[in-house]
């Protein structure tokens, strides 16, 4: 509304004018969520937690379109484009391909991602200190996370030779991981066996097809798929009584012997204060790519003890936290 229009209807009715301007003035933004997030995760509670901190409240001073979905390439393709056309202020997405489906979908809109892989090696960035394009946010150094876990694991059972890895190759991150998985395990004598599951059929069919007697160990991929089956996945590895590392600390609701990894429902609260830079103006380039600082190791000692697994002293002092 211009000075002049203004002034008019401010003659004509005082009352209407200050109530028109002042929602002018008062826009609400708009955030659209895309996330591929199993629905235990918890990463919308935890995204809103963290815009409550920083002063948004959620249908008052800010507006959330949230999508959804466990699918992949063919059923995010269609969320993103659906928030596009909503044309919110800012894009939050959590996980690599969800963050990949939007930032094909629009050069424009501002894109926070959260929960993703190596974003220089899935393609969503080109530099991690200055982005350059539209979208910035929160990385999880998964290859170097899923190396880790497999160091992790050996030297839980040193005596390992052969070692199963549940993992989604369709997701981007997944794949990339999967590639410094198998070179760190080629270096140490160990034989990866590679086990490629998308959904829920999948991962029992791979849980049918490991030979448990023969296999020393296991790693579980980040996937969120495998954090919605995690019940399924945990039960038949402590039946086979196979010494595991799993990738969040979600799982230890499941009783899983050893995880590593950050606390996703934090890592999608820090997406908040990307989205809160924006709001005030920052672009998307200029806001460095966040790699997560904090990443815990959680040991269930029971379990190690129902199992008969003796767990490392070491290991035990570098835990950050002991199940007992």
């Given at each position: 509304?211009?000075r ?30 895309l ?21 948004y ?16 390439e063919?059923?995010?393709r ?8 909503v ?9 690599t ?14 894109v ?26 929160v ?12 160091d ?12 199963a890895y ?18 760190t ?68 609701e ?5 995880s590593?990894?950050p ?13 809160d ?7 998307p ?7 997560v ?32």
């Amino acid at each position: 509304m211009n000075r002049r229009t203004f002034l008019g209807a401010l003659g004509a009715a005082p009352w209407l004018a200050v109530a028109v301007y002042s929602a002018a003035q008062e826009k609400v933004p708009k955030i659209g969520f895309l996330g591929r997030v199993a629905p235990n995760l918890e990463a919308k509670e935890g995204f809103q937690q963290g815009l409550r901190e920083l002063g948004y409240v959620e249908g008052k001073n800010i507006l959330i379109e949230w999508r959804n979905t466990l699918g992949h390439e063919d059923e995010l393709r269609p969320l993103a484009a659906e928030l596009v056309q909503v044309a919110p202020d800012v894009i939050v997405t959590f996980g690599t391909p969800a963050a990949r489906a939007v930032l094909e979908e629009t050069k424009i809109i501002p894109v926070v991602f959260a929960g993703v892989g190596d974003p220089i090696a899935t393609g969503l960035v080109a530099n991690l200190a200055r982005p350059e394009a539209n979208g910035t946010g929160v990385s999880l150094l998964s290859s170097e996370l899923g190396v880790k876990r497999l160091d992790l694991l050996r030297q839980l059972v040193p005596r390992a030779r052969r070692v199963a890895y549940l993992v989604d190759l369709a997701n981007p991150s997944g794949a990339v991981q999967a590639k410094a998985v198998q070179a760190t395990a080629q270096s140490l004598g160990i034989k990866l066996d590679t086990y490629n599951a998308r959904n829920a059929a999948g991962i029992e069919a791979v849980l049918r097809a490991i030979p448990w007697k023969s296999t020393d160990g296991m790693l579980i991929g980040g996937d969120p798929i495998f954090i919605a089956e995690g019940a399924k996945i945990s039960k038949a590895v402590r039946a086979a009584r196979v010494p595991a590392v799993f990738p969040w600390p979600h799982f230890h609701e499941h009783r899983v012997l050893m995880s590593y990894g950050p606390n996703l429902r934090d890592v999608a609260r820090r997406g908040a204060y990307y989205v809160d830079k924006i709001l005030r103006g920052a672009k998307p380039s200029d806001l460095p790519v966040e790699q997560v600082s904090k990443v815990d190791l959680i040991i269930d000692l029971r379990l190690a003890r129902e199992l008969g697994i003796k767990v490392p002293q070491e290991l035990l002092f570098r835990a950050d936290r002991v199940i007992r």
